[in-house]
C-alpha cells in the first residue's frame, strides 16, 4: 500500500473503476499491478504508472501488485531488477508481499500454450523470422498462411515439446496463435508466442530453452494473479485484442480489463529505453544514475525529491491524448519542494577574492544566517566574517552596463548578513589583465542590516570566507538536448544528433562556507542566489565535497501555476 495520502484528481480510469465498483463487477474487487521488464532503469515515465497503479489501489480500498515481467532473459540483469525495486521504495511505495515474477508462471504459461495447441488455437511454426515478416503482410495487404499452419495438433505437441526439451536451435522453430492472417490489425496475424533462446535466466538459470512473448505471458500473468485493471499505456491499445483474444481461448482464473492512458512525453529528454541504453552505452552519459536522464536513479542523484515527482504526476494528470509535458513543470515542483524544505547556505562558485582593507587583519566575526525563511524551526547557524572573503566573480564588473546594479569600482553593495562594502581598487593579473582581486572598505555600522544614516544600494551579495572557506566540486547541470523533442528524428537526424554540448559544466575550487565540510551524500542545500544544489551521492565525500545543481531559482511556471490557483 502506499505510503502517500492525498486526495487525487478525477480521471477517466478513476470513473470507470468506480463504475465497476457500483456495479460488483469483479466481485466488488479492485487489483492492479505495475509489471516492469527488467530490461533498464525506471525513469519519470515509469512513475507516472508506479503513482497511478499504486494510489488507485490505495483509493479503492484494494491491492497492487508488484510483479517483474522477465520473459526476455537477454535482455534482463539483475541489476535491473535491484534497482527498479530500490526506485519504487524511493518514490514512496511498498508492495507488501505482493513481489512476483513472470518467471514464476514459466511452467504454467507452458501448460497454458498446450492448451492452445489441442484445442487448434496454436501451432509450431519453421518459416525464419524473416521468412515470418515476409508473409505477414502490410496495413494495406493481408498476410499469407504460413506453410505450417495446417499441421495437426499431435505434430505440434510433439514438436513443442521437443522445442522445450532443447532438441531445436535458435530460431528454427516458433510457437504461433492461430488466429487470421487476413485480420486489419497486423498484431492479430498469428503472433508468435513462444520463441527458442538459449540464454542464462536471471532466476531460472538454463531450465529453461524456450520462452513466451511478452504478449503471451502479460496478460496471463494478470490472470493468474486475479488482477480486474490492468493499466498501461496507449501503445498497447492495439495489442488488446491479442490480450482478450489470449484469455477467451483458455480456461483462466479471471479476465481482467485492460485500459490505456498516455505515456508520460518530457521535453527536451528522450523515455525510450532502447535510446536511453545508446546514451549509456555509447558514453554521451556517465550511467543510468547521470543527473541528466530521466531515469529516476539521474533525478533522485541530481537532487529531484520522490515528493517533488509524486506531484508532479498528479499535477499531469491522466489521459488519452499524446501530449509532451514542459520541463519546466517539472523543474517547478522540485523548486515547491526544495523551497520548503533546503537549508541556505552560501557558496561562490566562480570564486572572485576580496580583501577588505580597513577590517582587523587577524579578526573573525561569526554571524548569524537564516536556514529557511520558509520554516523558521529550522533555527539559525553562524557563517565566519573575515578582512578576505569570496565573491562571485558574475556580481563585479569593472565597467558595468546602466542596469549592472552589483559591485563596481567607487560602488557600495550589501553582503548577506553582513555590512555594506565599497569597491576602492581592482587588482589584475600583469600578464591577461584579468581581475584577480578587489579592495574594498566596509561600513561596521551596517552590521546585519540597514546604514544608521539611511542611504541605500541596490543589491545583496553572498559570499564566503576565504580562510575558512572549503573547497568544492559544483557540476551544473542543463538540458541533455537542445531540441524539445529530439525522438522527432524526420529529415534523416538521429536523436543524439541534438545533444546539448553543455549540458554539463564542472567548476573546479569552488568555496562553500565551512558547515557544508561534513556534507552528508544526498543533502539538499539552497545555494543563496544561485540555484538550489545536492552533494553526490557517488562521486562526494568529506574530504572532496561534490555537488549537483538540481535546479535554478528562476520560475516559468511558477506565474502559469499561480495564475490557474487564482483562476480556481
Not at 209 to 227: C, K, N, Q, R, T
Not at 238 to 267: G, K, M, T
Not at 493 to 504: E, G, Q, R, V, Y
Amino acid at each position: 500500500m502506499s505510503t502517500v495520502e492525498s486526495s487525487p484528481p478525477p480521471n477517466f480510469i478513476r470513473t470507470i473503476i468506480a463504475e465497476d465498483m457500483r456495479t460488483n463487477r469483479h466481485g466488488g474487487r479492485v487489483a492492479t499491478r505495475f509489471p516492469p521488464e527488467p530490461n533498464g532503469y525506471l525513469h519519470i515515465g515509469h512513475a507516472k504508472s508506479i503513482c497511478l497503479n499504486f494510489g488507485l489501489a490505495a483509493e479503492f480500498g484494494g491491492t497492487c501488485n508488484f510483479r517483474f515481467d522477465d520473459t526476455n532473459p537477454s535482455k534482463e540483469d539483475i541489476e535491473y531488477v535491484e534497482s527498479i525495486m530500490y526506485d519504487v521504495r524511493w518514490l514512496g511505495f511498498d508492495w507488501g508481499d505482493r513481489l512476483y515474477y513472470a518467471s514464476d508462471y514459466f511452467e504454467q504459461l507452458y501448460g497454458y500454450a498446450l492448451d492452445l495447441i489441442r484445442a487448434g488455437k496454436a501451432y509450431v511454426c519453421s518459416l525464419s523470422a524473416e521468412e515470418i515478416r515476409d508473409y505477414r503482410g502490410t496495413l494495406t495487404q493481408p498476410g499469407k498462411d504460413s506453410p505450417y499452419r495446417n499441421r495437426s495438433v499431435e505434430e505440434n505437441l510433439d514438436l513443442f515439446r521437443r522445442m522445450r526439451a532443447g532438441e531445436f536451435k535458435d530460431g528454427e522453430h516458433v510457437l504461433r496463435a492461430k488466429i487470421d492472417m487476413a485480420s486489419p490489425n497486423l498484431n492479430m496475424r498469428d503472433p508468435v508466442l513462444y520463441r527458442i533462446r538459449r540464454v542464462n535466466h536471471h532466476r531460472t538459470g538454463d531450465r529453461w530453452v524456450i520462452y513466451p512473448m511478452y504478449d503471451f505471458a502479460h496478460g496471463l500473468s494478470d490472470a493468474i494473479e486475479g488482477i480486474t485493471h490492468s493499466i498501461c499505456t496507449m501503445e498497447y491499445e492495439d495489442h488488446r485484442p491479442l490480450y482478450d483474444w489470449i484469455l477467451d481461448q483458455l480456461d483462466v482464473p479471471c479476465h481482467p480489463q485492460q485500459i490505456e492512458f498516455a505515456r508520460l512525453n518530457l521535453s527536451y529528454t528522450v523515455m525510450s529505453k532502447r535510446r536511453l541504453l545508446q546514451l549509456v552505452e555509447k558514453g554521451y552519459v556517465r550511467g543510468w544514475d547521470d543527473p541528466r536522464l530521466p531515469t529516476l536513479a539521474g533525478m533522485r542523484r541530481r537532487g529531484f525529491t520522490p515528493e517533488a515527482i509524486r506531484r508532479f504526476c498528479e499535477l499531469i494528470g491522466v489521459g488519452k491524448k499524446e501530449s509532451t509535458v514542459d520541463l519546466a513543470l517539472l523543474e517547478y515542483c522540485v523548486r515547491e519542494d526544495l523551497n520548503r524544505r533546503a537549508p541556505r547556505v552560501m557558496a561562490v562558485v566562480r570564486p572572485l577574492k576580496m580583501v577588505v582593507v580597513n577590517y582587523p587583519e587577524d579578526q573573525v566575526e561569526w554571524l548569524d544566517a537564516v536556514n529557511n525563511p520558509e520554516d523558521p524551526a529550522m533555527g539559525t547557524r553562524k557563517v565566519p566574517f573575515s578582512r578576505e572573503l569570496y565573491i562571485e566573480r558574475e556580481d563585479f564588473m569593472e565597467d558595468p552596463p546602466r542596469k549592472f546594479f552589483r559591485l563596481a569600482p567607487g560602488r557600495e553593495v550589501r553582503l548577506r548578513y553582513a555590512y555594506f562594502v565599497r569597491c576602492i581598487d581592482v587588482i589584475k593579473d600583469e600578464r591577461t589583465g584579468e581581475v584577480i582581486e578587489l579592495r574594498c572598505t566596509y561600513d561596521p555600522e551596517t552590521r546585519g542590516g540597514g546604514a544608521p544614516d539611511g542611504r541605500q544600494v541596490k543589491a545583496t551579495l553572498h559570499w564566503v570566507s576565504a580562510p575558512h572557506a572549503v573547497e568544492a566540486e559544483v557540476r551544473l547541470y542543463d538540458k541533455l538536448f537542445l531540441k524539445a523533442n529530439p525522438a522527432d528524428e524526420k529529415n534523416g537526424t538521429d536523436f543524439k544528433d541534438h545533444i546539448n554540448p553543455d549540458s554539463l559544466q564542472v567548476l573546479q575550487s569552488c568555496k562553500v562556507e565551512p558547515g557544508l565540510a561534513q556534507a552528508t551524500p544526498g543533502s539538499l542545500y539552497q545555494f543563496e542566489r544561485l540555484g538550489y544544489f545536492c552533494v553526490d551521492a557517488v562521486d562526494s565525500s568529506p574530504g572532496a565535497l561534490v555537488f549537483n545543481r538540481t535546479v535554478t531559482l528562476r520560475d516559468t511556471w511558477a506565474k502559469i501555476v499561480n495564475a490557474g490557483k487564482q483562476k480556481e
